[in-house]
């Protein structure tokens, strides 16, 4: 709520990802990049991590270097987050307008983020 709410932010990515997820290390180079390029328009990340260990959580965020906001749940199947947003697996993107608090966008994929973060900041 207080990404959401934070003036700064004029919509939030909420990436649900693992360390142990091929698809979701593939996308980190494009998030990365939309994250480096629309960061200071106003998008936000906050990446939301079902590793069921820690110490692998946040090796790879220091390995990578992800700058955003990032928290672990733990097990997919165990994380509340997995009902309130209707998650069926990993990964899953949710961007949220900040003005309205609406999703806007479900799913996108990796190779859109620059096209979609640029129509919606720029």
Not at 46 to 51: E, L, M
Not at 103 to 110: D, K, L, Q, V, Y
Request: glycine share 4%; charged share 25%; hydrophobic share 35%.
């Amino acid at each position: 709520k207080s990404v959401v709410e934070n003036p700064k932010n004029r919509y939030v990515l909420l990436d649900f990802w693992a360390t142990w997820c091929e698809p979701c290390r593939e996308s980190m180079p494009a998030l990365m990049a939309a994250y480096d390029k629309y960061h200071e328009l106003g998008l936000e990340v906050y990446a939301v991590s079902c590793d069921p260990k820690e110490d692998n959580w946040k090796q790879h965020i220091a390995d990578e270097g992800m700058k955003w906001v990032n928290v672990r749940s733990g097990a997919f199947r165990d994380m509340p987050e997995c009902e309130t947003y209707v998650l069926q697996g990993i990964p899953t993107n949710i961007l949220i307008d900040c003005r309205t608090g609406i999703i806007t966008h479900r799913n996108i994929p990796s190779r859109m983020f620059d096209t979609t973060f640029a129509q919606l900041l720029q």
